[in-house]
Protein backbone atom coordinates (compact mmCIF):
# COMPACT_ATOMS: atom_id res chain seq x y z
CA UNK A 1 0.00 0.00 0.00
CA UNK A 2 1.95 3.53 -1.23
CA UNK A 3 -0.11 6.64 0.17
CA UNK A 4 0.69 9.91 -1.77
CA UNK A 5 0.09 13.61 -0.55
CA UNK A 6 0.21 16.26 -2.34
CA UNK A 7 -1.34 19.54 -2.40
CA UNK A 8 1.69 21.79 -0.18
CA UNK A 9 3.03 24.76 -1.38
CA UNK A 10 3.63 28.63 -0.73
CA UNK A 11 0.69 30.79 0.56
CA UNK A 12 0.62 33.68 2.62
CA UNK A 13 -0.94 34.07 6.04
CA UNK A 14 -4.68 34.17 5.83
CA UNK A 15 -4.75 31.90 2.75
CA UNK A 16 -5.89 28.74 1.77
CA UNK A 17 -4.61 24.99 0.79
CA UNK A 18 -5.83 22.12 0.32
CA UNK A 19 -3.85 18.58 1.09
CA UNK A 20 -4.73 15.61 -0.74
CA UNK A 21 -3.62 11.48 0.58
CA UNK A 22 -3.93 9.62 -2.75
CA UNK A 23 -4.08 5.53 -2.14
CA UNK A 24 -2.89 2.78 -4.49
CA UNK A 25 -5.60 0.78 -3.39
CA UNK A 26 -8.82 0.95 -1.88
CA UNK A 27 -8.18 0.88 1.85
CA UNK A 28 -9.65 4.18 3.00
CA UNK A 29 -12.85 2.60 3.10
CA UNK A 30 -11.42 -0.24 5.98
CA UNK A 31 -8.87 2.45 7.57
CA UNK A 32 -9.17 5.82 9.26
CA UNK A 33 -6.95 8.18 7.68
CA UNK A 34 -4.79 10.82 9.62
CA UNK A 35 -2.66 13.87 8.52
CA UNK A 36 0.27 14.41 10.99
CA UNK A 37 2.72 17.29 10.54
CA UNK A 38 6.76 17.83 11.47
CA UNK A 39 9.15 20.44 11.75
CA UNK A 40 13.05 20.80 12.04
CA UNK A 41 12.43 22.12 15.52
CA UNK A 42 9.11 19.89 16.67
CA UNK A 43 8.36 16.08 16.72
CA UNK A 44 6.02 14.88 14.35
CA UNK A 45 2.04 16.36 15.66
CA UNK A 46 -1.01 15.17 15.10
CA UNK A 47 -3.27 17.41 13.08
CA UNK A 48 -6.83 15.73 12.19
CA UNK A 49 -7.86 12.56 11.48
CA UNK A 50 -11.09 10.58 9.77
CA UNK A 51 -12.14 7.87 10.65
CA UNK A 52 -13.29 4.95 7.91
CA UNK A 53 -16.83 5.34 7.43
CA UNK A 54 -16.44 9.19 6.76
CA UNK A 55 -18.31 9.74 10.33
CA UNK A 56 -16.26 10.63 12.69
CA UNK A 57 -13.31 13.23 12.85
CA UNK A 58 -11.26 14.50 15.27
CA UNK A 59 -8.93 17.28 15.31
CA UNK A 60 -5.82 19.18 16.94
CA UNK A 61 -6.91 22.43 19.08
CA UNK A 62 -4.83 24.25 17.25
CA UNK A 63 -6.38 24.13 13.66
CA UNK A 64 -9.93 23.26 14.94
CA UNK A 65 -12.40 25.83 13.30
CA UNK A 66 -9.73 26.50 10.66
CA UNK A 67 -9.19 23.15 8.96
CA UNK A 68 -11.58 20.34 7.76
CA UNK A 69 -10.58 16.95 6.62
CA UNK A 70 -12.82 15.08 4.28
CA UNK A 71 -12.68 11.42 2.59
CA UNK A 72 -13.78 10.34 -1.14
CA UNK A 73 -13.40 6.66 -1.01
CA UNK A 74 -14.78 5.95 -4.24
CA UNK A 75 -11.48 8.14 -5.35
CA UNK A 76 -9.42 6.50 -2.48
CA UNK A 77 -7.97 10.15 -1.40
CA UNK A 78 -8.84 11.94 1.81
CA UNK A 79 -8.46 15.69 1.73
CA UNK A 80 -7.13 18.10 3.95
CA UNK A 81 -8.77 21.90 3.72
CA UNK A 82 -6.39 24.16 5.16
CA UNK A 83 -8.17 27.84 5.77
CA UNK A 84 -7.07 30.73 7.61
CA UNK A 85 -3.62 29.27 7.65
CA UNK A 86 -0.60 31.46 10.15
CA UNK A 87 2.88 31.18 9.85
CA UNK A 88 3.00 28.51 12.70
CA UNK A 89 1.31 26.18 10.40
CA UNK A 90 4.42 25.64 8.35
CA UNK A 91 5.57 22.23 8.46
CA UNK A 92 6.08 19.26 6.53
CA UNK A 93 2.39 17.31 6.15
CA UNK A 94 2.23 13.13 6.14
CA UNK A 95 -0.98 11.17 5.58
CA UNK A 96 -1.39 8.01 7.30
CA UNK A 97 -3.77 4.99 7.20
CA UNK A 98 -4.77 2.71 10.24
CA UNK A 99 -6.66 1.95 13.49
CA UNK A 100 -8.57 5.73 14.61
CA UNK A 101 -7.08 8.29 17.11
CA UNK A 102 -4.69 11.17 17.50
CA UNK A 103 -1.20 9.09 18.02
CA UNK A 104 0.98 8.03 15.13
CA UNK A 105 1.22 4.83 16.92
CA UNK A 106 -2.29 3.64 15.78
CA UNK A 107 -1.37 4.19 11.84
CA UNK A 108 0.52 1.59 9.90
CA UNK A 109 0.78 3.24 6.52
CA UNK A 110 2.40 6.43 6.18
CA UNK A 111 3.06 8.31 2.80
CA UNK A 112 6.16 10.93 2.50
CA UNK A 113 5.68 14.57 3.18
CA UNK A 114 4.40 17.63 1.25
CA UNK A 115 5.79 20.91 2.58
CA UNK A 116 3.36 23.76 3.40
CA UNK A 117 5.45 27.12 3.90
CA UNK A 118 3.15 30.00 5.33
CA UNK A 119 4.84 33.35 5.01
CA UNK A 120 3.51 36.45 7.29
Known amino acids: VQLQASGGGLVQAGGSLRLSCAAS????????VAWFRQTPVKEREFVAT????????RYADSVKGRFAISKDNAKNTVYLQMNSLIPEDTAVYFC??????????????WGQGTLVTVSS
Open 96 to 109: AAGAYGDHERTYIF
Open 25 to 32: TQIFSHYA
Open 50 to 57: ISHSGGIT
